[in-house]
């Protein structure tokens, strides 16, 4: 089983909102990522965690929270957020953080900030 | 830094005709590079990878892709395309950073199949 679950499917939240997207994978894998893809751009990368701890903020604003509670799953907590941010959030992981290991992604959750 | 272009950002094709995806990537050691297509509103999946084995890699869908090494290229083809083969693909070389790896994914070419 080669899938990684991400919920809500869409989000649509005002600008003083709290919300939180949630990801999931079952394949054992030691690596999560969270990506933001804004239309008719490849993902940016925004936080990597390995091994349940945060290895990389790509100098990400504090509005947007990510959190590992398990090995499997992956939440990113939104607060305060502005209407640029609106976009696909992808979830992604892999076995570790080799240069060999493909990563696998979820279907994405498409949130609008009004 | 590892970085990889992607030649065309349209390519249109008629159904049952070859594709052929152009990707050209910079890298000074040997690099692990990737495909992956999305189609609208979706995830990315993963077409094929190479990582130093085959230069000739087999992936799903009927895809391949050549590793050159003296071309600096990873092209993807397809000998018959479909309709459903319409949607972006990436191509993505992994970078090593002091944490482990990133991917560096490439600009995309969207894939228009024309019936």
């Known amino acids: 089983d080669t899938e990684v679950t991400q919920t809500p499917k869409h989000l649509v939240m005002g600008m003083t909102n709290k919300k939180s997207l949630k990801c999931e994978q079952h394949m054992g894998h030691r690596a999560m990522y969270w990506y933001k893809q804004k239309a008719k751009k490849p993902p940016e990368l925004m936080f990597v965690y390995s091994y349940e701890k945060l290895s990389i903020n790509e100098s990400v604003p504090s509005r947007f929270s990510p959190e590992c509670p398990n090995s499997s799953l992956l939440n990113l907590h939104l607060h305060a957020l502005q209407p640029e941010d609106s976009a696909l959030y992808l979830c992604?992981?892999?076995?570790?953080?080799?240069?060999?290991?493909?990563?696998?992604f979820g279907p994405g959750t498409r949130l609008t900030v009004t | 830094a590892q970085s990889v272009t992607q030649l065309d950002s349209h390519v249109s094709v008629s159904e049952g005709t070859p594709v052929l995806l152009r990707c050209n990537y910079s890298?000074?050691?040997?690099?692990?590079l990737f495909w992956y297509v999305q189609h609208p509103n979706k995830g990315l999946q993963l077409l094929l990878k190479y990582t130093s084995a085959a230069t000739l890699v087999k992936g799903i869908n009927g895809f391949e892709a050549e590793f050159k090494k003296s071309e600096t290229s990873f092209h993807l083809t397809k000998p018959s395309a479909h309709m459903s083969d319409a949607a972006e693909y990436f191509c993505?070389?992994?970078?090593?950073?002091?944490?482990?790896?990133?991917?560096?994914f490439g600009a995309g070419t969207i894939l228009r199949v024309k019936s």
């Open positions: 993505v070389v992994s970078d090593r950073v002091e944490y482990g790896n990133k991917l560096v």
């Open positions: 890298s000074s050691y040997s690099p692990s």
């Open positions: 992604a992981s892999s076995q570790d953080l080799g240069s060999a290991y493909e990563q696998y």
